[in-house]
């Protein structure tokens, strides 16, 4: 079974609202030897907020160096995003094995005995995080509390955020009723955290004791206080004998609530500490939760999908200055849409749409709940079309609200940050290879190749769009092709190959299509174009060389070397005098088992050299996974932060930007690297160049631009070695980021594999140079610099 016919399987399940009950539930883990026995699982269930604060949570207990799975609902674009391990969505091979293992079972079962999607994803995800070991598993509950698939565990630990009326064919007509429900997740020994309050409060109490969280006169209390930025808060809890005080990322009075359960449940599950929990919250990133996609116009995406949660967003959109406010809004056929528009903010234009699943209102239906609620009421039937129109309309001082539900803001953020993937297809196996991954058949992928041995990107698309896209390239003399397998996850892929020119005629012919490709066609001119801010950066003309400075006693392979300044400066002399373009200063060293610094010792090692060459004609990095360092740093002269943890530390980004400086962003599960902890993926670059995206948007969201921010995919950190090859090798597919493109190769254990010594291993340090120079790298960091330095100069020569 290959994985496109196992996700297949998964998405033909029922998914009419769950039978009542766990039995069968139960019964699918025990054919699987009960998985979930042993693992200690954390229950949230509630109205509205249960997702935020399960990936707080998880976030929280990350941060407190536990390994966490997290299994949340619904997904924004793959069902894969729901089952995560320490962030990492469920490997392919894993869905692939368990449906091998899962179906027999199922197809023996008939009726009421058959088990829904949410059901059977509640397998896999219990499966999954049991192999892999996780120390503590957060549920999400679906619906309810009684009878949901979840509660086949005994939770150590569970919440309900709050209880409004809802569902109320399964869970009752009154909210005492719906309350009594969700309280049945309380766990033994532990008391129920929940925000619930009035009635709902009192029927919980009947039902067990509780650890209230609100804003006033409660066990915990949960403040939002001010805001930091514009895509973040000050929070304040205060729990009976500790206290937090952070910034969070997800905004408003409702999420500080949520913030005050998830740190109540951190404490409960690991008494995690007040630090910790602060550096956690800070580290929330959840999409499509008003999610600030950019602010020229102010566009702003939110899953609200009922009446409470549609007057929140009216609160918070009423924190920011603009003229015109334009909504875009569609929602599922069974949510009360009247009440929904009555809280939303009145609009000067809505434009109502329909998500592409069968659950999606009519737009005569919305039309009927708006119309008194907007001067002009436009009905674009596709979301793209009303985006594209809602955008096209607005004025960057406007607003666009896009909202309703989470399969609106799935198709907004499809079409905002779907990457268009260069793929390497310079010979017929190359291309061959390609087309086999989207599972075209081997006949079709022979005759095809030969065809696609140019200038090919990936991308993936909604069913119409990519159906347009196919005609058109192969319209104008292109080659297309489509994924032969049935879209599982709702995009379908599909391959273009073509030369430039056809390429710019691809971009002119969807730049007004009314299936919302205009977002193609500018990324696709964005990828074939050779323009840029020329020499802006030392990187912007041809691969820079970043030569590295370790003032470190126990860096793995110049620790102790430049602890001295005279050495340090004379050593600086050298690599400028060698052709270095960046010179890269590290305080604290990330190989394996190395022992982490305070921030002063870093800031007291880096500072005084930096000061000292400032005046240098190069630019300066500062290698440090600290703001505070990267701050005192900047102000001392650095030109450019270097940050191999990837922005784990929130405030990075808001440095980079203050001093409006460039930012390494690079892939890394653990820094210091953990050798033991080591992920599986699906197919590595492809894997990394989405991750990293995640990461860029971010810096973006913090008024970063993307040439600004510096790609790595983080060589050695968290890759097997053939992995780490297998990168360099395809370095241009991270072109699709728009970003500039940094390896850091140096030395790296990776060529223990070669059998070379760490002294033996300046040659395929070289090799490797040459071979991301060849690819495109924008940046090259190496200890040896005039060795690199003319390697880096032979593929410029060559290339002439």
Same mark, same amino acid.
């Given at each position: 079974m290959e994985y496109h016919e196992a996700a297949d399987y998964l998405e033909s399940l029922d998914r009419s609202r769950p039978k009542l009950g766990t039995e069968t539930t139960a019964r699918m883990l025990s054919v699987l030897g009960n998985p979930h026995e042993?693992?200690?699982?954390?229950?949230?269930?509630?109205?509205?907020?249960?997702?935020? &604060?399960?990936?707080?949570?998880?976030?929280?207990?990350?941060?407190?160096?536990?390994?966490?799975?997290l299994y949340t609902s619904p997904e924004l674009n793959s069902f894969r995003e729901r089952i995560r391990v320490n962030g990492r969505k469920v490997p392919k091979e894993r869905i692939r094995s368990f449906v091998e293992e899962i179906e027999p079972h199922i197809s023996r079962l008939r009726g009421d005995d058959r088990p829904t999607y949410f059901e059977v994803l509640t397998v896999l995800a219990l499966q999954h995080f049991a192999s892999e070991n996780v120390d503590?598993?957060?549920?999400?509950?679906?619906?309810?509390?009684?009878?949901?698939?979840?509660?086949?565990?005994?939770?150590?630990?569970?919440?309900?955020?709050?209880?409004?009326?809802?569902?109320?064919?399964?869970?009752?007509?009154?909210?005492?009723?719906?309350?009594?429900?969700?309280?049945q997740v309380a766990p033994d020994g532990e008391r129920l955290v929940t925000s619930a309050n009035g009635e709902a409060l009192d029927a919980i109490r009947d039902e067990t004791e509780v650890v209230t969280v609100g804003k006033t006169e409660a066990n915990v209390i949960a403040r939002e206080e001010e805001m930091a930025s514009q895509v973040e808060t000050t929070v304040s809890i205060i729990g009976p004998d500790w206290d937090v005080a952070t910034t969070l990322?997800?905004?408003?009075?409702?999420?500080?609530?949520?913030?005050?359960i998830a740190a109540t449940l951190a404490r409960q599950v690991a008494n995690v500490d007040p630090a910790t929990i602060e550096r956690g919250l800070r580290n929330v990133h959840w999409p499509g939760r008003f999610e600030v996609m950019s602010t020229e116009p102010l566009v702003i995406l939110d899953g609200a999908h009922n009446p409470a949660a549609c007057a929140t967003i009216a609160d918070l959109v009423d924190r920011y200055e603009f003229d015109g406010l334009q909504l875009v809004f569609g929602a599922m056929k069974e949510k009360d849409h009247a009440r929904m528009a009555a809280q939303l903010p009145e609009s000067d234009v809505v434009r109502l749409c329909q998500p592409d699943v069968n659950r999606a209102a009519s737009l005569e239906t919305l039309a009927g709940a708006f119309e008194t609620r907007a001067a002009q009421v436009e009905?674009?039937?596709t979301v793209q079309t009303a985006v594209e129109r809602a955008l096209d309309s607005a004025d960057d001082t406007d607003c666009v609200l896009i909202t309703g539900s989470l399969y609106v803001v799935a198709e907004v953020r499809d079409r905002r940050m779907r990457l268009q993937i260069p793929k390497q297809t310079d010979t017929l196996d190359a291309a061959r290879s390609v087309l086999s991954e989207m599972h075209v058949q081997e006949g079709v992928a022979d005759h095809v190749a030969k065809d696609t041995v140019t200038y090919t990107f990936k991308t993936q698309l909604h069913e119409a769009q990519a159906e347009s896209l196919h005609q058109t390239m192969q319209s104008i003399g292109g080659t297309s092709v489509i994924s032969e397998d049935d879209s599982p996850e709702r995009l379908v892929s599909v391959i273009l190959?073509?030369?430039?020119?056809?390429?710019?005629?691809?971009?002119? &012919?969807?730049?007004?299509?009314?299936?919302?490709?205009?977002?193609?066609?500018?990324?696709?001119?964005?990828?074939?174009?050779?323009?840029?801010?020329?020499?802006?950066?030392?990187?912007d003309a041809d691969t820079a060389i970043m030569g590295i400075l370790n003032v470190t006693p126990d860096s793995f392979y110049d620790g102790g070397q430049y602890e001295k300044m005279e050495d340090t400066v004379r050593r600086v002399d050298e690599m400028i005098t060698s052709g270095a373009d960046i010179i890269d200063i590290g305080g604290e060293s990330t190989r394996p088992g190395a022992d982490p610094v305070s921030v002063d010792e870093e800031i007291d090692r880096v500072v005084p050299?930096?000061?000292?060459?400032?005046?240098?004609?190069?630019?300066?990095?500062?290698?440090?996974?600290?703001?505070a360092v990267a701050d005192a740093a900047l102000e001392a002269g650095a030109d450019i932060i270097n940050d191999v943890s990837g922005l784990?530390?929130?405030?990075?980004?808001?440095?980079?930007?203050?001093?409006?400086?460039?930012?390494?962003?690079?892939?890394?599960?653990?820094?210091?690297?953990?050798?033991?902890?080591?992920p599986t993926y699906d197919d590595v670059v492809e894997d990394i160049t989405h991750e990293l995206d995640d990461r860029v948007r971010l810096a973006e969201q913090a008024g970063l631009d993307r040439e600004q921010i510096i790609v790595d995919p983080g060589l050695g950190f968290g890759k097997s070695t053939a992995e780490c090859f297998e990168l360099v090798d395809r370095l241009g597919e991270l072109r699709a980021l728009g970003c500039p493109i940094m390896v850091g190769h140096s030395r790296k254990s990776l060529f223990e594999r070669i059998d070379c010594s760490i002294d033996e291993r300046l040659p395929p340090t070289i090799a490797t140079t040459t071979m991301a120079a060849e690819?495109?790298?924008?940046?090259?960091?190496?200890?040896?610099?005039?060795?690199?330095?003319?390697?880096?100069? &032979?593929?410029?020569?060559t290339n002439k």
């Open positions: 042993g693992v200690d699982c954390v229950q949230i269930a509630g109205s509205n907020g249960k997702g935020s &604060t399960a990936v707080m949570l998880e976030r929280v207990l990350r941060e407190a160096g536990l390994d966490v799975g503590v598993v957060v549920l999400e509950v679906g619906i309810g509390g009684r009878h949901d698939a979840t509660s086949v565990v005994d939770p150590v630990a569970s919440a309900v955020t709050n209880v409004s009326l809802e569902h109320t064919d399964v869970l009752g007509e009154t909210v005492e009723e719906i309350a009594h429900d969700k309280a990322p997800l905004l408003g009075q409702h999420q500080a609530t949520n913030a005050g009905q674009d039937e190959s073509g030369t430039v020119a056809q390429y710019e005629q691809l971009a002119d &012919t969807i730049q007004n299509s009314d299936l919302g490709l205009s977002y193609v066609s500018e990324r696709v001119r964005k990828v074939i174009s050779e323009g840029g801010a020329a020499d802006r950066y030392p990187w050299i930096i000061e000292r060459i400032a005046d240098t004609d190069v630019s300066i990095s500062v290698d440090t996974r600290r703001a784990a530390d929130p405030d990075m980004r808001f440095v980079a930007a203050d001093h409006d400086a460039p930012v390494v962003v690079m892939h890394s599960v653990d820094v210091p690297v953990n050798p033991d902890r080591t690819r495109g790298a924008d940046i090259v960091r190496v200890h040896d610099v005039a060795e690199n330095a003319a390697a880096v100069r &032979t593929v410029q020569e």
